[in-house]
């Protein structure tokens, strides 16, 4: 009788503290999940030549980087978790589909990052009114546009004109996405490695990220949802802005996504993404500041309802080892010069 009371007492407990576990610690059961873009050899047909645009080296790098970071410890994402598009693979509709299958796997309080690497260009905005973006000159006249990521086979001629894969991502349509996946959780990370991609939520030289933008009128206007997006969203540079790439160990990478994985090859207990997007500004200020670049990029960040505060990770990890850059080495007088910023 009285171990059977005291087996009862014991199960009465353990369900006790599942539930406070997870009251108080809602992410110790969440899952992680990624959605990495890379699109480096775009068609080579002469309508798309039209728009300026040159092949990148970069993109198929920057996706293989991050998945190697997110596998790796202490991220350990699981494979079956993370999509990756690449190349022929990433289409406007074929993107669409991936956050469309990504908000319908995920759980409550799961973690979600998202990784687009490729050309981005800009179009004209049908709703000033709603959307706050850059201003520019389009022939000769000012207006506001919408910035876009430029998908494989937009304004390519291998879809009709009126197919949606014959287009650009409007960053509207992004919007909406990320909307969806918001009513399930606000863990969310969006990262967009393209030029003019401040506020998305690479053009005519060699290494930059943009191409001209496609003038003309979109087949479908997409309005963004009302109501305070959700995630942290991270842009390589500001809407008017070029995003390049860098030669690391004789590989191409996005320059943004480079300095983003070593970042994040370095961050310790307790910080925040905010953190790690203060770092990689700062190792890119390095490279400004050494002469190693010769276009300036501001990267940016949007948070969102408190989400300045989310970690990297939780709980308590072992710290990576800590490197130093060192900027500018002066061999006749046997000095380096460190700059580390905040």
Not at 19 to 44: E, S, T
Not at 266 to 288: H, S, V, Y
Not at 294 to 303: A, Y
Request: with cysteine; glycine share 8%.
């Amino acid at each position: 009788m009285m171990n059977h009371l005291r087996n009862r007492i014991k199960i009465a407990f353990g369900l006790y503290m599942m539930v406070l576990i997870i009251i108080f610690c809602p992410n110790l059961f969440a899952a992680n999940h990624a959605l990495l873009i890379g699109i480096q050899n775009y068609p080579d047909t002469e309508k798309f030549r039209k728009r300026g645009f040159q092949q990148l080296s970069g993109p198929r790098n920057d996706i293989k980087q991050m998945k190697k970071i997110l596998l790796a410890q202490p991220f350990e994402f699981s494979k079956d978790n993370i999509k990756i598009l690449l190349d022929k693979d990433a289409t406007h509709t074929a993107i669409e589909k991936a956050f469309a299958d990504l908000s319908n796997r995920i759980k409550p309080n799961d973690f979600v990052y998202i990784h687009f690497s490729g050309h981005g260009s800009q179009h004209e905005n049908k709703n000033p009114k709603d959307d706050k973006e850059v201003t520019t000159s389009i022939q000769g006249r000012w207006t506001t546009n919408d910035q876009t990521w430029v998908t494989y086979g937009a304004s390519s001629g291998l879809y009709p004109e009126m197919d949606k894969d014959d287009r650009d991502i409007l960053d509207d349509e992004i919007n909406v996405w990320l909307a969806e996946i918001g009513k399930i959780t606000n863990r969310i990370v969006f990262v967009s490695d393209s030029c003019h991609s401040g506020s998305v939520s690479r053009g005519p030289k060699m290494g930059v990220r943009a191409i001209g933008m496609d003038t003309r009128p979109y087949p479908k206007e997409i309005l963004a949802p009302n109501g305070s997006p959700k995630g942290i969203r991270i842009g390589a540079s500001m809407d008017n802005e070029s995003a390049v790439e860098t030669i690391q160990g004789g590989q191409s990478y996005g320059r943004f996504t480079w300095f983003w994985s070593q970042a994040l090859n370095d961050f310790g207990p307790g910080e925040t993404w905010g953190n790690i997007f203060q770092r990689t500004k700062t190792l890119m200020r390095e490279e400004d500041i050494a002469g190693r670049t010769r276009v300036f990029q501001e990267p940016q960040i949007m948070f969102h309802n408190g989400d300045e505060d989310l970690k990297v990770l939780e709980g308590n990890f072992e710290k990576r080892g800590t490197r130093i850059s060192v900027t500018v080495v002066d061999e006749k007088n046997k000095l380096f010069i460190l700059i580390r910023g905040f």
